[in-house]
């Protein structure tokens, strides 16, 4: 059995022996379930959203081990589900925070329990002042050496995380530009994977690893049909909700086809990426909660593997943007070893635009 349980930035999900945490717009790592050593959390107040930390042993590029989620209530609850699931499952959790005591009162040591007791034995060890004040001395130099060092490893992999995803993305950039009538030396380098992008009509179906795509209708819309209840809860009554201020709602409806080995969480899984183009190769991502969209998937409505369903994405853009499509691209599946994709599938909905 899986467990899981969405936040503003993520999903986490667990099958016992391990949790993967996805956070939007990076790729998902995946932890042994005894790492868990704690879950705190804040229960959200009226509008204040509540949070989640996941609390896991140290490393290199998490010194303190925290991982912090802001959730809704509707995820609130979804996660205390996770928390009980995983002390059930009889994992390494070693406590728990009242909610009621709030975030900013809790204290987490930088060293799991288990690993204190063994750190003891050096205390009597320490038999004169001037061998504590050495040792104290070659302490602090070796943590300034390492937080150095640890430093610039943390930089480092951030670098090449965020190169990744830049060449993935400029691999459409560049073929905007070109379409555009842009001088083609300014998308050199940016070529690589470009072969497996795959561009596509309206009314046509596009397919991106196990994600296929059919664009039913696209445009702007002075309003959305959105569950009254407000961010976080259902009803299933519905009002207009209008874009804020200086903005408008482009929406895209599409039918989307599983052809992956599992199951798909549409509205409040991340299923695949999806995010909507305009003619500057400006890129948007679709607005919160989709499951309050009027005739999408309830959260947790899981797409079965063969089958299809119809979403509407609404993107909340500039006035003055002009919108010409859209792409996604298939995430893959860590339980399955199933590969994410590099390259994105395209769209295009203005016949004025075209990717060569």
Same mark, same amino acid.
């Given at each position: 059995?899986?467990?899981?349980?969405?936040?503003?930035?993520?999903?986490?999900?667990?099958?016992g022996n391990?949790?993967?945490v996805?956070?939007?717009?990076?790729?998902?790592?995946?932890?042994p379930?005894?790492?868990?050593y704690?879950?705190e959390?804040?229960?959200?107040?009226g509008?204040v959203?509540?949070?989640?930390?996941?609390?896991?042993?140290p490393?290199e590029g998490?010194?303190t081990?925290?991982i912090?989620? #802001?959730?809704d209530?509707?995820?609130?609850?979804?996660?205390?589900?996770?928390?009980?699931a995983?002390?059930?499952?009889? &994992?390494?959790?070693?406590g728990?925070?009242?909610p009621a005591?709030?975030?900013?009162?809790?204290?987490?040591?930088?060293?799991p329990s288990?690993?204190t007791?063994?750190?003891?034995?050096?205390i009597?060890?320490? #038999?004169?002042? @001037?061998?504590?004040?050495?040792?104290? =001395?070659?302490?602090w130099g070796?943590?300034?050496?390492?937080a150095?060092?640890?430093? /610039?490893?943390?930089?480092?992999a951030k670098d090449?995380?965020?190169?990744?995803?830049? @060449?993935?993305l400029n691999?459409? /950039?560049?073929?905007?530009?070109a379409?555009l009538?842009?001088?083609?030396?300014?998308g050199?380098g940016?070529?690589?994977?470009t072969s497996?992008?795959?561009?596509?009509?309206p009314?046509?179906e596009?397919?991106?690893?196990?994600?296929t795509m059919?664009l039913?209708e696209?445009?702007?819309?002075p309003?959305i049909?959105?569950? #009254?209840?407000?961010?976080?809860?259902?009803?299933g009554?519905f009002?207009?909700?209008n874009p804020?201020?200086?903005?408008?709602?482009?929406?895209a409806?599409?039918e989307?086809?599983?052809?992956?080995?599992?199951?798909?969480?549409?509205?409040?899984?991340y299923?695949?990426?999806?995010? =909507?183009?305009?003619?500057d190769? &400006?890129?948007? @991502?679709?607005?919160?909660?989709?499951?309050?969209?009027?005739g999408?998937?309830?959260?947790n409505?899981?797409?079965?593997?063969? @089958?299809k369903? /119809?979403?509407?994405?609404p993107?909340?853009v500039?006035?003055?943007? /002009?919108?010409?499509g859209l792409?996604?691209?298939?995430?893959?599946d860590?339980?399955t070893?199933?590969p994410? &994709?590099d390259?994105?599938?395209?769209?295009?909905?203005?016949?004025?635009?075209?990717i060569?």
């Amino acid at each position: 059995m899986e467990f899981i349980f969405h936040a503003h930035e993520g999903v986490v999900q667990s099958n016992g022996n391990s949790v993967r945490v996805a956070i939007d717009g990076q790729n998902p790592f995946v932890l042994p379930a005894s790492c868990i050593y704690r879950i705190e959390m804040k229960e959200p107040q009226g509008d204040v959203p509540g949070q989640v930390v996941l609390v896991t042993s140290p490393s290199e590029g998490n010194p303190t081990g925290r991982i912090l989620f #802001s959730v809704d209530s509707h995820q609130y609850s979804e996660a205390q589900a996770f928390d009980q699931a995983l002390r059930s499952m009889g &994992q390494n959790i070693t406590g728990h925070i009242n909610p009621a005591s709030g975030i900013s009162n809790m204290s987490v040591s930088d060293i799991p329990s288990g690993q204190t007791k063994k750190l003891a034995w050096w205390i009597p060890v320490v #038999s004169g002042f @001037t061998a504590l004040v050495l040792g104290v =001395a070659l302490g602090w130099g070796f943590t300034q050496m390492h937080a150095e060092h640890t430093l /610039k490893e943390v930089v480092a992999a951030k670098d090449v995380e965020i190169e990744r995803l830049d @060449t993935s993305l400029n691999s459409v /950039k560049a073929q905007l530009e070109a379409a555009l009538g842009r001088d083609a030396g300014q998308g050199a380098g940016g070529d690589s994977g470009t072969s497996g992008d795959t561009e596509g009509r309206p009314n046509e179906e596009i397919s991106n690893g196990g994600i296929t795509m059919k664009l039913l209708e696209s445009g702007e819309k002075p309003s959305i049909s959105f569950d #009254s209840c407000g961010d976080g809860c259902s009803n299933g009554k519905f009002a207009p909700k209008n874009p804020d201020a200086d903005t408008k709602f482009w929406v895209a409806t599409v039918e989307v086809t599983n052809n992956t080995k599992k199951p798909l969480d549409i509205t409040c899984g991340y299923p695949y990426e999806i995010i =909507a183009l305009n003619s500057d190769n &400006q890129q948007y @991502t679709p607005i919160d909660d989709l499951y309050d969209v009027e005739g999408n998937p309830a959260c947790n409505a899981e797409l079965q593997p063969g @089958t299809k369903t /119809k979403v509407t994405y609404p993107f909340q853009v500039p006035l003055n943007a /002009k919108m010409i499509g859209l792409a996604f691209r298939d995430i893959g599946d860590w339980s399955t070893d199933t590969p994410a &994709q590099d390259n994105y599938a395209v769209i295009i909905t203005d016949s004025n635009y075209h990717i060569s």
